[in-house]
């Protein structure tokens, strides 16, 4: 367990570095176009407008606009669909000595703004759009002048997204609370199974990595737009504070499997190779990656699905300890509750999401979330039966010798 905790930490530490972008176009004449805008990923209501603001830049020394005539920079849209008065070019229209200035610059300088213009978009369909420029001919550096326009239906279903999402994250984290707090105060974690709690380390482990991946890192992001065109990072802030957290608190629990009384138990042996297989398809799939025989996005992916699959299992050890017993005296019953409604508010939050960026493919693009919220719930359903129902108000049998 403790390899795939570092293998995950690797990854993550590794795939959040910056990749090598293609070099910058070294033109004689120094001009590069910029977006000064306050983001690169802009946030628009369908139906309103919003001004992007392009700037002209001469780099010192270069020659500028001298002897180049009808400079224009021409616009192309993805999604074109979801905008209107998108201009197809933009004439740069400046006198010779006015587009060259560089002899005038001083010594701290190393660029000046030769001219600047704006230009109106308004939203019309929901969606994502990104807007890229070219010059023609080809002496401007566009390389940063990208735009991209995340169109939503709704602000108020927006707001009402995020929170959602932040409720989910209260009641699902505090969800691992009230079994900390119940073994601290039992000196005991009897009556909670390890393997359950192993499961819960590794699973939110591999989960944080493919959640800050897939928010933080650029190129990560570029993959899963490649695959969804138009779509939305399926991933919400509120998911990775969510995912680490988790994995910070199982550990408690963890540590107090080893600390406290545990009425003999072990980590079971199916646990335990299930750990062994883990580690290798970890170990195997990162190296495959790195080797470029899949993508990050793949590997990823990957870690997830193993989540899930964890997600799918972890709860059986405890369902059938329960059994076992006749009793759930010892498990706490509250983080089962809180569980509950923290799945359904992230349920909730992943169909709002879908519907306002009028992307459903976004359901399925982070399947893990998806099957957490789905399979978390009826797990808990069946535990609440146990605990309500079956052995109500019972004690847990003893082994008579």
Known sequence: MTMILIVSVFLTFLLSKPGFSS????????LSLSTPNDSKDLFLVVGNRVSLSYSLMLRKGGTGLIGIKNQRIVFSVENSDNLEKVPDEEIIDLPEEESCPASDMKDAELAEVLTNFTVEVRGVKAGRSVIWTSSIPNTIDTADSSITLHIKKSKTVEDFINIIGWLSFILWSISFYPQIYNNFKRKSVAGLNIDFVVFNVVGFALYSCFNLNLLFNKEIQEEYISLHPGGVIPVELNDVVFSVHATLAASITLTQCVLLD???????????????????????????????????????????YVKLAITLVKYIPQAFMNYRNK??????????LLDLMGGLFSLLQMVLVAYNSADWTSLTGDPTKLGLAAVSMAFDAFFMIQHFVIYRNNQ??????
């Open 23 to 30: 070099s910058s176009l070294q033109m004689k004449t120094g």
């Open 262 to 304: 545990r009425a003999g138990q072990k980590i079971s042996p199916p646990c335990q190779l299930s750990l062994i297989l883990t580690t290798v398809l970890v170990v195997v799939v990162a190296s495959l990656s790195s080797c470029g025989y899949m993508t990050w996005l793949g590997c990823l992916y990957v870690l997830s």
């Open 327 to 336: 009793s759930t005296k010892g498990w706490s019953i509250g983080n089962i």
């Open 396 to 401: 847990p049998y003893e082994q008579i010798h």
